[in-house]
C-alpha cells in the first residue's frame, strides 16, 4: 500500500517527532538595548563570580554592575503599565522583552539605580 507507514516493534518513525531547533532563551534578554545616560555607551551582559548575573557599562561611569534580574523587571514593568495599564502580567521574559523592544527604542541608565529613562519608539 501507498502511503502506508509501517513500522517495527518500538522503532519510532524516522521523521517524528520533527527535531528541535529552537535556541534557549538568552541569559541577557536586554543585551544592547541599555545605554548610559551619561555618555550614551551601552550597557553589556558581565556575568559575576558568584554565578550571577549583571550589566556593566564600558564607558566607567557607573562604577558598579547593574543587577540584571533588577533592571530587567523594571523595564518589564514599564513596558507592560505602558502596553496594557497597570494590571497587566505576562508570564515569560521572552514576551516581556519582546514587548519592551516594541515599545522602548532603547533604555538609558544613570549613575544611581532610580536614574533610568525609557525612550520611545517613534
Known sequence: MSGVLTLKANEPPATWPPPTRFA???????????????????????????????????????????????TERRVYTEALRRAFGPTAIATTSDCLAAIAARLFARVSLGPTPDDIAFIPRI
Open 24 to 70: 534557549p532563551p538568552d541569559p541577557y534578554p536586554l543585551r544592547s538595548f541599555l545605554f548610559c545616560a551619561t555618555c550614551d555607551q551601552p550597557f553589556f551582559p558581565s556575568p559575576q563570580p558568584d554565578g550571577s548575573r549583571a550589566y556593566r557599562s564600558r564607558c566607567g561611569c557607573r562604577l558598579h554592575p547593574l543587577d540584571a534580574g533588577q
